[in-house]
């Protein structure tokens, strides 16, 4: 045993959802704290699914022609200040190095479209440049004075981020959106985490942007986690940096820019969605094993079951098979591995052997089968890719479980004091989304669906006055 | 075309190695220097490569039970105290955040030693706990005030740091030798690079180690660069960083530990070394498009031609082929992916399509050849195989003729001065070491291949004292 508690989680995720999360993170080996305050190691356990996160996301992005790069962790002050709105705000959460012998200070990156920018103004200098799609890989550095969450709010944590320049304004609009929709597709296809997608209100969008699209979920506990963005940042950059091309006219030209960034935010997303009272569930496509595999032994028959348990380890050497052979109780075992969230456990013992069969014990739900050795194969890769999909359908079930469509500001200030997200008709206005926030303890706007980004004959829920769309309101991480 | 100048490469390999190097990297847009002093930004052609030895190592390491993780990138003063041999070798080097508000200061990992086995201490109780091997992948900071040379000497930098802890030293020292030798391998079979293996001298090892061993290249201009290293830190880092475990038998116990790495400076050398007056030539395994097609246009045939060239690429997607059609002359499109590197170029014109056949043409030697349509997929790839191995070859007899064997001083001088790398008998002493240097004009010794590690009759050729082994010796990057 290592000097981790090898005790399950000692708290209900109904009861103590917070609480529940921490364990859960620590005790199934996903992250720790590091004593570099409000800092996180990202284990083994939890960098395989962002291994598996990026394998995903750059096939996406190839079939996209967008390249991957990278640029400077430091970014120059003066470099801050060029893009007003940008700079105001990131300014609170910057990290400046202190060693620079050059007089100027240097920000540690807290995400890149200045420094990515000013390469790009060197770059770029007629139409048949563009478009330039490039996104890079790298840590970003947020100095946070908020509480340490791991996976969800961190000093330091890793993301992609892309960038791209197109010569016309529908282009970039058109993309700004294709890459949102494949962080939902990689949420659900890959993490299986649903989302809401839509536009965030003027108030919430990134500074710097003309407007943000967002993936966001809503967790367990009622509270909204932005899990990926995509910004339409206008000619905002490309004026401040001066990046400009000479068009097939002949005419010097401003472009039109959006970047987008998910990060290892979704692997906190993912605890909070698939775990249990007995600890974590790892959706399959991104377990870093798909299935354990204990061996019931006893002293007469141990040789024989062994034996055979490796036999089997083998045969299913594509699911990367843990065989948990050491000197432990098969119910410790049971427990270590729950805990950990492998999908499927085989239990194999002296009689399933006369019968040529093993137990077949599914994570997600406890459901246990035999299942003859012949067909195991088979088998395991159907029911990981029943699980997969369970997972997701579970999940979304429990996210809309905690919506509820709000007629008035009473019922709004009810139902997010009960813990509950919000849908409501709402006018998007950011001095009417202050006194909202103001007001109900800290709501904020999630985002709105595409479909519904329209006048409505509806009223504002607040304010009464016209509504543009429908909105989600919730408290946010 | 871009604002960077698309000239050619304007001065020879041969007579202005570190010009040539500089214009290389930036004209074939592996990388750019950055405005921030001393950093660099890794262009899409070279962040290939850098994907490529990700993929390739990953493979490696994996077959070794090594996992991949993600430590913090600020490290607190107090730990680079502990280990003083360690703290003391980097200290120069080490940039500093400002704005921390707990009082001790945070350095930027030049090495993650130290804040990685603060991670241990807590994880590590057992035996059963051991071997325990963990990878990370990182961007590394390191204030250097010598000038900026791309790839080679930034003040950040992308590498990967293996981090392993054993029972005990037979294990760790069986295993620093492995991971070098993968190290070796991957140098050879996928970057065409050729290395000579072997083990540093006290002067010039890790600080903090027992020993270090490492893979190095002579570079066209004489000079050795230093391209991997695998440490074997003893119980150095073990005891002062309170690392121990229960043995079998029951006692408390100090592990053994090891950390190797390779990083970004590889694209350097294969740029080095594959290079030549036109431009860059990538080893097919890491181009990011193996194959260029031109088309060769005239007004009546264009149609057709262009139609035959697009057949040919969807031929050959498995090589990531570029078909350019654009508008410019083929000389001019010859000249741009010679300087790109891309290793063979096709040529179709309307007489190759009356006679079924393209013009190949490999980058590493201009060998020109017809080949009918019909072959082409297979003549591709037995081309792409021979270049791969050509490279090597020619590299392998190129890094041979900087070596010159001396047998006293003044030989050793008189080859320094000459701007090769030597090999030669030497006592292997601090001190012999130290007066070589300074009266060589800044020779350093390499290391000592495995096979001649001992105690040979023959005596150091510096200070005549007996020699333990034969060393190579050169200036270095």
Redesign the interface.
């Known amino acids: ?4 508690t090898q005790e399950g989680i000692t708290v209900k995720k109904e009861e103590n959802f917070s609480e529940w999360y921490q364990q859960v993170i620590q005790k199934s080996q996903l992250a ?1 704290y ?4 409000g ?6 356990n939890a ?2 699914i ?2 598996e996160i990026q394998d995903d996301f750059n096939k996406r992005i190839k079939k996209l022609k967008v ?10 002050e003066s ?1 801050f200040q060029r893009e007003a709105e940008h700079a105001e705000g990131f300014k609170p959460e910057v ?5 620079t012998e ?1 007089g100027e200070r ?1 920000a ?1 990156r807290p995400t890149s479209e200045t ?1 990515i920018y ?2 790009y103004s ?5 139409h ?2 563009l478009p330039l799609r ?1 996104n890079q890989w ?2 970003i ?1 947020r ?1 946070e004075t908020k509480a340490t969450r791991l996976f969800i709010r961190t ?2 944590f ?1 993301w992609q981020e892309g960038h791209c320049v197109y010569e016309t304004e529908e282009e970039c609009d058109k993309e700004t959106r294709i890459y949102l929709e494949e962080y939902k597709k990689l949420c659900e296809d890959l993490l299986a985490i649903p989302v809401i997608i839509g536009r965030k209100s003027e108030k919430e969008k990134f500074a710097g942007a003309n407007y943000t699209l967002s993936i966001e979920s809503i967790m367990p506990d009622g509270k909204a986690l932005q899990m990926g963005t995509s910004h339409n940042l206008g000619q905002n950059f490309a004026k401040s940096f001066k990046i400009n091309f000479l068009g097939e006219d002949g005419k010097e030209k401003l472009p039109w820019q959006n970047s987008w960034g998910i990060s290892t935010r979704l692997i906190g997303a993912l605890a909070m969605f698939h775990g249990d009272d007995k600890g974590l569930i790892l959706p399959p496509k991104v377990a ?1 094993s798909k299935v354990v595999i204990i061996p019931i032994l006893f002293k007469k028959t141990q040789d024989k079951v062994l034996k055979k348990a490796k036999e089997i380890e083998k045969k299913l050497e594509k699911q990367n098979p843990i065989l948990d052979d ?1 000197d432990y109780s098969p119910g410790w075992k049971y427990n270590e591995w729950e805990l950990k969230g492998i999908p499927i456990r085989i239990e194999i013992g002296p009689k399933d052997i006369e019968k040529n069969q093993v137990i077949l014990v599914r994570r997600d739900n406890n459901e246990k089968k035999s299942v003859k050795i012949l067909n195991l194969q088979k088998e395991i890769e159907a029911s990981l890719d029943i699980i997969q999909k369970n997972l997701l359908a579970k999940a979304r079930k429990q996210m809309e479980s905690k919506i509820v469509l709000v007629k008035d500001f009473s019922e709004f200030k009810k139902a997010i004091k009960a813990g509950m997200a919000v849908k409501a008709h709402w006018c998007g206005v950011r001095k009417c989304e202050d006194e909202i926030k103001d007001k109900s303890g800290g709501a904020k706007s999630i985002n709105t669906p595409f479909d519904q980004q329209k006048n409505l004959k509806e009223r504002c829920f607040h304010c009464n006055e016209p509504a543009y769309g429908t909105w989600y309101f919730a408290k946010s991480y």
Not at 1 to 4: G, H, Y
Not at 34 to 37: D, F, I, N, P, W
Not at 67 to 76: C, E, G, T, V
């Open positions: 045993m290592s000097k981790e720790d590091s004593t570099v305050k800092c996180m190691i990202i284990r083994p960098y395989h962002w291994q390249r991957n790069a990278y640029f400077p962790l430091f970014i120059p470099f990290a400046w190095i202190s060693n050059e240097l540690i420094v000013d390469s060197k770059w770029i200098r007629s048949r440049d490039i790298a840590n550095v100095w000093r330091e890793l870093f050491r």
